[in-house]
């Protein structure tokens, strides 16, 4: 049946007259400005892009739904979820979806595919979409069978009235789309209703993934492709004095060598040859490098005496306004974190391509996270509107985060602009990607805490610095490496800190716990040592970590169960049975200590308003060489109503192993002139053998927004395992990471 909220005929005369067109502008689909105060709120990104065909196309040649989204695949089976929520809400099958993403030129612009927002904007905004398609095609047929559309069922795009007269959506809607804005006036379909919804749907895209068949960006090889290698300079901030481009010239199979500025970049026939010539280049160059780094030992000191731009209070609330605003202070806690600098640490290297058309249209394939902001910033810095930019998302082996994929599809655009009607691929070596990323920013957390004769915590006050999260491209060329060596550079714009409820380096710096006084102060530092933007999580990471540790140091101090201590300060009945299930499962009650061995525990509501995530570890420490072993690993997430119970398990499960990874091994290493971290040796990370069994326990919400997965479980479970170090040796760890070597010297 139909689920209308109010007659077909009412429907219809609110929402205006139905039209089908073969298309619709451009500008309708990339527009992001407001709609008029007049128009009711839409679900999601529906409020943005209110055109119904900008999202849903009826393919009546193949009988297939075509479905545009904003938001891209990055391995977190976005494109999987979605497809089940629009399948479920037209009544089709699950291999009737298709999905065309992250094609400038074809779908809405959802900005960029982070934050663990995919769900909460993109998904309920193709479920309400999807409702409204639905309600007009049985209005269709209701016209063209003569029977009510509440006597009509809806079988696979097969719309049966009880009389027996059927049609379908591929008779109703004959190569054309849905041309009309939507309304807000239908609802989605009840839960006992779903098909898709709430199982674990196979992603179609892994077969071929595990197999070796994807072919991502970094694997393409069209015919007559060209290859391009750019030149960085020996450290950040160098320019170039000097350079001989002779000789590099006359080297075989070189096509083009591209001097603008301190950029320097070479275009050859084959991959090999564009090896050999950005060497050769490499060695002609003279270079003016300063030495004005910190070193990776003088960070911590470095932020707190570099002057901040902007002293933040993220939230002030103070003790004298509730009930214990005369109980005295027993005691007072104070101690101090430190997370260093990260790398994305992409397996692969970023890779682009390019290629400027006879017609002018310079088209840039990527494994961008934002290919709209990114496009504008490539338009940008070629003096090109933003029409004659179109970008293309494709499967990459990168990773999470603002990793140096923005940067190559600039470089491939640079030196595509050289070769018109020719397409150049690039991808970064190893070492210019581990040298030249976007790194995570190094951050300290100071934690102080007031405590009655209970161990209740009174007043807690907690301190941030940080340097800025968020130099994504958001269409600034100033924000894409080679920019900034230009002949006329781009000036990086000053970064901001993120508001509420978002945040950046004060993501989750306010703890979800309930204390009488509660004060949060962020020092936003936008002075960088070294470039930085968006790793998973921002600053979510260090500010759990800091926050459960600390939560947990309280309760120790006080002879309480780090369990139970949590929970007396926690009201939020979803995050106490977060926190419960994950202690059940793990066995915490029943756990019995042993020599070398600890138990440990976080938790973490991302963002304050996106997924739960409670993550329990058990730990091996050796005395004898400091290495720490996880022995295994249990954690429960509620991430509202559940669309692939499988998906948000492996979301879950990822960002835990990607979290022991910083914790145990991560640390950008520096000098005073350059990164040191170029390699695998220098910059470790775990390794396969180093996994820990894990169980994830989900928590369904049927009914209930969906809320982001991704970057829930990152936070808990580093503040777990230095809780659980902590539990094993006695040593409390406040910095990262616990490489064996320090472990070992606190011992």
Request: proline content about 6%; overall charge positive.
């Amino acid at each position: 049946m139909t689920h209308l909220q109010t007659s077909r005929r009412q429907f219809l005369k609110t929402s205006g007259a139905l039209t089908l067109s073969f298309g619709i502008p451009l500008m309708d689909v990339h527009s992001q400005s407001a709609p008029a105060p007049d128009k009711p709120r839409l679900a999601g990104d529906l409020q943005i892009h209110r055109k119904l065909n900008a999202w849903i196309r009826i393919d009546s040649a193949k009988q297939m739904v075509e479905l545009r989204i904003g938001k891209v695949e990055l391995g977190q089976g976005i494109l999987t979820a979605v497809a089940q929520v629009c399948a479920d809400e037209l009544d089709v099958d699950f291999s009737r979806i298709h999905i065309i993403s992250g094609d400038t030129a074809l779908v809405p612009n959802e900005g960029v595919t982070a934050g663990s927002l995919s769900m909460p904007y993109c998904a309920t905004a193709v479920q309400a979409a999807s409702a409204e398609v639905r309600a007009i095609l049985l209005g269709l047929a209701e016209v063209k069978l003569n029977q009510p559309a509440l006597q009509m069922k809806v079988q696979n795009g097969l719309i049966r009235a009880n009389n027996g007269a059927q049609t379908s959506y591929w008779d109703l809607v004959v190569g054309e789309s849905l041309n009309r804005e939507a309304t807000g006036l239908v609802k989605p379909k009840p839960l006992n209703e779903h098909r898709y919804i709430g199982r674990s749907v196979p992603r179609p895209d892994i077969q071929a993934k595990v197999m070796g068949e994807a072919i991502f960006v970094q694997e393409q090889r069209p015919q007559g492709m060209l290859f391009g290698q750019v030149v960085r300079p020996p450290s950040h901030g160098a320019r170039l004095k000097s350079v001989n481009l002779s000789n590099v010239e006359k080297m075989p199979g070189v096509v083009k060598v591209v001097r603008n500025g301190s950029f320097l970049g070479v275009i050859a026939k084959r991959e090999a040859q564009a090896h050999s010539a950005a060497q050769a280049l490499q060695t002609a160059c003279d270079w003016l490098v300063p030495q004005n780094l910190p070193k990776t030992q003088d960070m911590p000191a470095w932020l707190l005496q570099t002057k901040p731009d902007v002293v933040i209070p993220t939230k002030k609330q103070s003790r004298a306004n509730s009930s214990s605003a005369n109980t005295p202070i027993a005691r007072i806690v104070e101690a101090q974190y430190y997370r260093p600098y990260h790398m994305h640490a992409s397996i692969g290297t970023s890779a682009g391509m390019a290629t400027l058309g006879a017609d002018g249209v310079l088209t840039v394939q990527t494994h961008s996270q934002s290919v709209f902001q990114t496009g504008e910033a490539i338009a940008k810095m070629l003096g090109m509107t933003m029409e004659k930019v179109r970008m293309q998302h494709v499967q990459g082996s990168g990773c999470y985060g603002h990793n140096m994929a923005d940067d190559a599809a600039a470089d491939a655009a640079l030196l595509a602009l050289q070769v018109p009607g020719q397409t150049v691929r690039l991808q970064y070596s190893r070492e210019q990607e581990h040298a030249w990323e976007p790194y995570g920013s190094a951050m300290l957390m100071k934690t102080k805490a007031s405590l009655d004769a209970q161990g209740n915590v009174l007043d807690w006050d907690y301190t941030l610095w940080s340097t800025p999260h968020g130099t994504r491209p958001s269409g600034q060329p100033g924000n894409l490496l080679s920019a900034a060596y230009l002949e006329k550079p781009f000036a990086m714009p000053k970064p901001v800190n993120g508001g509420g409820p978002n945040f950046a380096a004060d993501r989750n710096a306010i703890a979800l716990y309930e204390f009488p006084g509660h004060n949060v102060t962020t020092h936003f530092i936008t002075e960088m040592p070294l470039r930085v933007s968006s790793t998973r999580g921002l600053g979510a990471y260090a500010n759990i970590f800091a926050i459960e540790s600390f939560i947990d140091e309280l309760a120790h101090s006080s002879g309480a169960d780090p369990v139970e201590y949590r929970l007396r300060f926690m009201k939020d009945e979803r995050a106490r049975d977060t926190i419960v299930k994950a202690a059940e499962k793990f066995g915490w009650s029943q756990w019995r200590k042993s020599p070398g061995r600890g138990r440990g525990i976080g938790f973490a509501k991302y963002k304050n308003i996106a997924g739960y995530c409670a993550v329990a570890l058990e730990v091996e420490v050796n005395r004898q060489n400091g290495r720490i072993r996880v022995l295994r690993a249990v954690t429960s997430a509620d991430c509202g109503h559940m669309v692939n119970p499988d998906g948000i398990s492996n979301q879950i499960e990822g960002g835990l192993i990607q979290s022991l990874s910083w914790t145990l091994k991560e640390e950008v290493q520096m000098d005073n002139t350059r990164v040191l971290s170029r390699d695998w040796n220098s910059y470790p990370i775990l390794t396969f053998s180093e996994i820990p069994p894990v169980d994830v326990v989900l928590i369904d919400r049927p009914g209930q927004p969906f809320l982001g997965a991704g970057e829930a479980s990152q936070g808990p479970t580093g503040a777990a395992l230095a809780n659980a170090v902590f539990d094993a040796t006695g040593v409390r760890f406040r910095s990262l990471p616990l490489t064996p070597d320090r472990v070992l010297q606190a011992l």
